[in-house]
C-alpha cells in the first residue's frame, strides 16, 4: 500500500508557485459555501510516520484557508481524565459542528497502531479496535459527516535523513524527540500495523489516501486537492438519500399482548413497609458506593418511562442516598442549535462521569427510538440504525469501567389521567404538564410499540433494562433502589 509514496515524487518551485494561487482561491471558496450552507462538518485525518510533515501540512491548511473555521487537534497519549472515559471520549468531544472544518493530527488510529507497534497488544486486539473505528465512522457518515483520511508516508531512509537533517541545526533540533527515533527503530513493524489499519478501515464513506510526505511542495499541493475535490463534490451533490437498508421492524404481538401490557400494574407498597425498605436500600447505596473498589468505576444511570410515571420521584429517592460532590442529574430536553448540530450522540458522550462518580440521565440518548421515532422528528433509517449504535455506546462505556443501570417506568392509561388532572389543580406542579403531555396520549399506542421495541434491542446482558411498575410510586422507587443495590453488589 505504501509502496508509490515511496517514489520520490518533487515539485518544482515554480510549478508549486503557479498552482497554489488558484487552490487557495478555490479552498476558500468551498469553505465560505460550507460555512453558509452548514449542513454537514468535515473531519480531516493527518496521519502517518514521524517526521512526514502532518504539523506543517496542518500550519499550510490554515494558511491557505480562514483559520476562524478550522479546529485543528494534536493529541497525544490520553491524559488521567481521559483515561477515565472510554478511548473515544476525547475524539467525541472535539469533533467540528456542521459547517466548520476539524483535522485531527493525532486521531483514533494512533494508539491502536502504536500499540501494535509496541508488541504492548495483539493482532486479534488490533483487528478489535479498528472493527470498533469503522462503526464509529460509518455513524459519522450516516450524520452526514464529510471523512477525508491521508496518510503521510516516508521511507525508512527517508526518514532518518529527515531526523538527522533536523537535528542538524540548533532552531529546529527540538523536533526530533526520543520517542521520534523509537518509532523508527520499530519502522518495520509500524509499517504494518498501519498497513493493516488502512486495509480494514478505507472505506467508501471514509476512504484513506496515502501521499508522499518527503517533499513539503508536492505533499501540500497533494492533501489541498484532495481536500477541495472532496469538498467540491460534496457541496454539488444533493443531500445525500439514505442507501443503506434498515433492519427490518420488531414484529407485532401476535396477541395483541406486549411486554408493557404483561407487566402487573397492580403491584403496592404500604406506607409503612415503604418507609422501612426506603431507609434500607438508600442506607446500602450510599455504603455500597463508599467501596474502594468504586473509584475505579463510575455508574450511569437512565430513566426513562411514560410522561407522569414517577421519574422524577424515583431519582430523587437515589440522590438522597448519594454523596452530593460525587453526582450529576442531567435533564434532557429538546436539542439546542449546538447539539442539532452535531452527531446524534454527541450531547451524552460529553456528560461521561469520571470514576468515582455517577451520572443520572432523566431522559436519555432513547429518546431517538421513542419521541424521535413517533413524532417523526428523525427519518425512518436514522432511529433503525439508532439501536446498534446505541448497543455500541453502551458497549463501550462497560469496557470502560462503567456500571449502566436502565430504569423504564410503566404506568397505564388510567393512572396517567388521574396523575395529569392532579397537576393540573395542584399550583406548586401545574409546571409539569404541558399541552405536549395531553397530545402524547392521543399516540399512546405507538409510543408503547417503541417502547417494546426499544426494550427488545437494547436490553443486553452488559446493559439490560429493568422495567418498573409504577402505578403505585413508593412500589417502583423501592425497586429501583433494590434493581441499583444488586447490581453494584454484583459488579463491586
Known amino acids: 500500500m505504501f509502496q508509490s509514496a515511496e517514489l520520490g515524487h518533487r515539485l518544482e518551485k515554480k510549478a508549486y508557485e503557479e498552482q497554489v494561487p488558484r487552490l487557495r482561491e478555490a479552498l476558500l471558496e468551498a469553505q465560505m459555501e460550507l460555512g453558509d450552507k452548514a449542513q454537514f462538518p468535515v473531519i480531516?485525518?493527518?496521519?502517518?510516520?514521524?517526521?512526514?510533515?502532518?504539523?506543517?501540512?496542518?500550519?499550510i491548511l490554515n494558511e491557505w484557508m480562514d483559520p476562524r473555521f478550522i479546529a485543528g487537534h494534536a493529541l497525544?497519549?490520553?491524559?488521567?481524565?481521559?483515561?477515565?472515559?472510554?478511548?473515544?471520549?476525547?475524539?467525541?468531544?472535539r469533533l467540528p459542528p456542521k459547517g466548520?472544518?476539524?483535522?485531527?493530527l493525532g486521531s483514533w488510529y494512533t494508539q491502536p497502531i502504536l500499540a501494535r507497534t509496541y508488541e504492548r497488544c495483539g493482532h486479534a486486539e488490533l483487528d478489535q479496535a479498528m472493527d470498533r473505528i469503522l462503526r464509529f465512522e460509518r455513524m459519522l457518515a450516516d450524520e452526514g459527516a464529510?471523512?477525508?483520511?491521508?496518510?503521510?508516508?516516508?521511507?525508512?531512509?527517508?526518514?532518518?535523513?529527515?531526523?538527522?537533517?533536523?537535528?542538524?541545526?540548533?532552531?529546529?533540533?527540538?523536533?526530533?524527540?526520543?520517542?521520534?527515533w523509537r518509532q523508527h527503530e520499530h519502522y518495520d513493524a509500524l509499517r504494518r500495523a498501519a498497513e493493516h489499519a488502512l486495509r480494514q478501515t478505507s472505506t467508501a464513506d471514509a476512504p484513506w489516501l496515502v501521499v508522499e510526505g518527503a517533499d513539503p511542495r508536492y505533499r501540500h499541493l497533494a492533501v489541498g486537492q484532495a481536500l477541495l475535490?472532496?469538498?467540491?463534490?460534496?457541496?454539488?451533490?444533493?443531500?445525500?438519500?439514505?442507501?443503506?437498508?434498515p433492519a427490518p421492524p420488531a414484529l407485532p404481538a401476535i396477541n395483541g399482548l406486549t411486554l408493557v401490557q404483561s407487566l402487573d400494574l397492580s403491584k403496592q407498597l404500604a406506607k409503612k413497609d415503604y418507609d422501612q425498605q426506603l431507609e434500607k436500600y438508600q442506607g446500602r447505596l450510599n455504603l455500597l458506593l463508599r467501596k474502594r473498589a468504586f473509584a475505579k468505576k463510575s455508574l450511569i444511570l437512565v430513566f426513562e418511562g411514560f410522561d407522569a410515571a414517577g421519574k422524577g420521584g424515583a431519582i430523587r429517592r437515589v440522590t438522597a442516598a448519594l454523596d452530593a460532590r460525587r453526582y450529576r442529574i442531567l435533564p434532557i430536553a429538546a436539542p439546542s442549535d449546538e447539539e442539532r448540530a452535531q452527531p446524534y450522540l454527541w450531547r451524552f458522550w460529553r456528560h461521561l462521569p469520571r470514576h468515582g462518580?455517577?451520572?443520572?440521565?432523566?431522559r436519555s440518548w432513547y429518546g431517538r427510538v421513542l419521541v424521535e421515532r413517533v413524532e417523526g422528528y428523525c427519518e425512518v433509517a436514522d432511529w433503525m440504525r439508532a439501536y446498534g449504535e446505541i448497543n455500541d455506546f453502551e458497549e463501550q462505556l462497560v469496557r470502560n469501567g462503567a456500571m449502566v443501570a436502565k430504569f423504564f417506568l410503566v404506568i397505564d392509561k388510567d393512572e396517567q389521567l388521574k396523575r395529569f388532572k392532579a397537576r393540573e389543580q395542584t399550583n406548586f406542579k401545574r409546571f409539569k404538564i404541558t399541552e405536549e403531555d395531553w397530545r402524547n396520549r392521543e399516540k399512546w399506542d405507538d409510543y408503547?410499540?417503541?417502547?417494546?421495541?426499544?426494550?427488545?434491542?437494547?436490553?443486553?446482558?452488559?446493559?439490560?433494562?429493568?422495567?418498573?411498575?409504577?402505578?403505585?410510586k413508593r412500589f417502583a422507587r423501592v425497586k429501583v433502589l433494590k434493581t441499583l443495590c444488586k447490581l453494584l453488589e454484583e459488579k463491586l
Open 448 to 472: 408503547e410499540q417503541a417502547v417494546c421495541d426499544m426494550v427488545e434491542r437494547t436490553s443486553s446482558e452488559i446493559a439490560p433494562w429493568t422495567l418498573i411498575e409504577a402505578n403505585d
Open 100 to 104: 466548520r472544518i476539524g483535522i485531527f
Open 357 to 362: 462518580r455517577v451520572a443520572i440521565f432523566d
Open 44 to 59: 480531516l485525518v493527518l496521519a502517518g510516520v514521524e517526521g512526514a510533515g502532518k504539523g506543517e501540512t496542518l500550519k
Open 76 to 93: 497525544g497519549p490520553p491524559s488521567d481524565e481521559e483515561r477515565e472515559r472510554p478511548p473515544m471520549w476525547r475524539y467525541w468531544r
Open 146 to 180: 464529510l471523512i477525508l483520511k491521508v496518510w503521510l508516508h516516508l521511507s525508512q531512509q527517508a526518514q532518518r535523513e529527515r531526523f538527522t537533517e533536523l537535528e542538524s541545526k540548533k532552531a529546529t533540533r527540538w523536533r526530533v524527540t526520543p520517542e521520534d
Open 229 to 245: 475535490a472532496a469538498l467540491q463534490q460534496r457541496l454539488a451533490a444533493a443531500p445525500p438519500a439514505h442507501s443503506r437498508q
